[in-house]
Structures are given as structure tokens and as C-alpha cells.
């Protein structure tokens, strides 16, 4: 499995970015992708998850604000990122898991300014 995300930039704070993460090589009939962060203190944190079948879950901070998605093939995740603040200020990452093991993008690069 192989991860590919992309979409980081630097926004003002109130605007929108939206990342996404394509897979490559997928075989499990039941995964959860998902992003990750690691901010400027180095704290790593979960942002939302969402498996194959659609389920979601979101860190109580991005709520509201942020939202996950899969393409219909389910290669792909996305993260539209709305009403951007500075705490939000990190790396990305996307994540993928089969239930056997956990597999790793690169990270992207969001700065949010104020």
C-alpha cells in the first residue's frame, strides 16, 4: 500500500483547504483511512477517521469544521477544511488501515496565519 497526499498550503485564518491522499495497491475488504496532524509542539494528534463503509469520527476541535470523505472507489480520502483558525497549524498526514497493519503517507504542510 502506498500513500500519496497532497493539497497543504497557507491560508488565513476563516478560509478553507482541502487535502487529499490516494492509495495505491489496496486489497482488504474493511479499512479505516484517516489524517493525522503533528503540530508545532510536536503534540500528534488524530483529526478524523472514516472507514470503508462510511462511518466517521472527527476530534471534538474540527467539528463542524472539517469534513472527511472517500471517493466511491474508496482509493482516495479527502479533507475539506473550513473556517481554518491558527491551532490548526501542522502537518498532515493520511493513514491507512486493514485491520492487520497501518500504512503511512507523507505529510503535508498547513499554516494557517492570523
Known amino acids: 500500500v502506498q500513500l500519496q497526499a497532497s493539497g497543504g498550503g497557507l491560508v488565513q485564518a476563516g478560509g478553507s483547504l482541502r487535502l487529499s491522499c490516494t492509495a495505491s495497491e489496496l486489497s482488504s475488504s474493511s479499512d479505516v483511512m484517516g489524517w493525522f496532524r503533528q503540530g508545532p509542539e510536536k503534540q500528534f494528534e488524530l483529526v478524523a477517521t472514516i472507514t470503508k463503509g462510511g462511518s466517521t469520527d472527527y476530534r471534538d476541535s474540527v467539528k463542524g469544521r472539517f469534513t472527511i470523505s472517500r471517493d466511491s472507489a474508496k482509493t482516495a480520502v479527502y479533507l475539506q477544511m473550513n473556517l481554518l483558525i491558527p491551532e490548526d497549524t501542522a502537518v498532515y498526514f493520511c493513514?491507512?488501515?486493514?485491520?492487520?497493519?497501518?500504512?503511512w503517507g507523507q505529510g503535508t504542510l498547513v499554516t494557517v496565519s492570523s
Open positions: 493513514r491507512y488501515w486493514d485491520y492487520r497493519r497501518y500504512y
